[in-house]
């Protein structure tokens, strides 16, 4: 009788399994079309994160005054190291969790807990945030940071051009300026994300991997946006420490942040407890529409897979 039960639940539980490569491609392919998407919220919320004086009253005033001062195609800065870091990121992220997913799963039944699936999210966030993340997210924040119209004013003259300066002035480790707090922030998101939107798609969907049900791109956005609104709300502090500590160089000598922990006291000290979640309206209007994009692409082109190649071949 338990065995019957579990196979109502999980039909083809030993065949159905997605290679993680699979997942890399459709994680890629996403990263890309959310990125052309949201550039301009990820330069907003950085610029805000920055403003220490209170030059920008609120997202609506900075966006507009970016435009103003800066031109419209100042809210893309940033969007080449955006966008190969956001294919990159996803690829590993993706890959990297369905390869940790199947390490975690039983042997014998081929199921994997919400505990083993909450550890592949966290392993797979932090091997993003070492390997890619950091330095991909040092470049970006370092080029949107500056204000101006004039090239030739600007420090940085390109993605290449600035990870070469930093390199240069602060050393190799330069681009991994806050590598513990982005860490942090991106293995508790994607244990979140990934442990959430599996829920919610069986949740609402009654959608099981491997079960050849392709969801409608409509019920993968709402799965992936309700995945992607925890997250930012229980890592703001990790975020604004990141970016405060990526944006810091050692051109002035002494750097005003030591670390994260030291960063966390100086900003509340200096700053109070609600700045340690500057920037949050902007990034829940970027995470959750981002993984909302990202997984109605994902989705199509795994649940295609899971059709052609699994699905119907136990059939």
């Not at 966290?122 to 080029?143: M, N, S, Y």
């Not at 799965?223 to 500590?245: I, Y």
Request: charge should be positive.
């Amino acid at each position: 009788m338990e065995e019957s039960n579990e196979q109502k639940v999980n039909p083809y539980p030993k065949k159905a399994s997605i290679p993680p490569y699979m997942k890399a491609v459709s994680g890629s392919l996403g990263g890309i079309v959310e990125a052309s998407c949201l550039q301009p919220i990820d330069v907003i919320k950085t610029r805000l994160q920055l403003d220490r004086t209170g030059t920008y009253k609120g997202i609506i005033h900075c966006g507009t005054t970016v435009s103003r001062t800066e031109g419209v195609r100042a809210l893309w800065k940033g969007l080449t190291p955006f966008a190969t870091h956001l294919t990159l990121k996803y690829a590993l992220r993706m890959g990297s969790n369905a390869v940790l997913q199947s390490a975690f799963k039983d042997s014998e039944t081929g199921k994997l807990t919400n505990r083993g699936r909450i550890l592949s999210g966290f392993g797979a966030g932090v091997l993003e945030a070492l390997v890619i993340v950091t330095p991909f997210e040092v470049v970006k924040i370092r080029l949107q940071q500056q204000k101006g119209l004039s090239p030739e004013l600007l420090k940085y003259k390109g993605p290449i051009h600035c990870a070469r300066m930093i390199v240069r002035e602060e050393g190799f480790l330069g681009l991994w300026a806050g590598a513990a707090p982005t860490v942090m922030r991106n293995g508790t998101n994607q244990a979140a994300m990934f442990t959430a939107k599996n829920a919610f798609d069986v949740l609402l969907w009654k959608k099981h991997e491997g079960d050849g049900k392709v969801l409608q791109p409509w019920q993968s956005m709402i799965s992936g946006f309700l995945a992607g609104t925890a997250g930012p709300v229980c890592t703001g502090p990790f975020d604004v420490v990141k970016t405060r500590l990526m944006a810091q160089s050692r051109e002035g000598g002494n750097l005003k942040y030591k670390g994260m922990i030291h960063a966390i006291r100086t900003i509340y000290a200096e700053e109070g407890l609600l700045a340690l979640w500057k920037g949050l309206l902007p990034r829940l209007m970027r995470i959750p529409p981002g993984q909302a994009i990202m997984w109605a692409v994902a989705d199509q082109i795994i649940g295609l897979y899971e059709r052609r190649y699994i699905h119907n071949a136990s059939l």
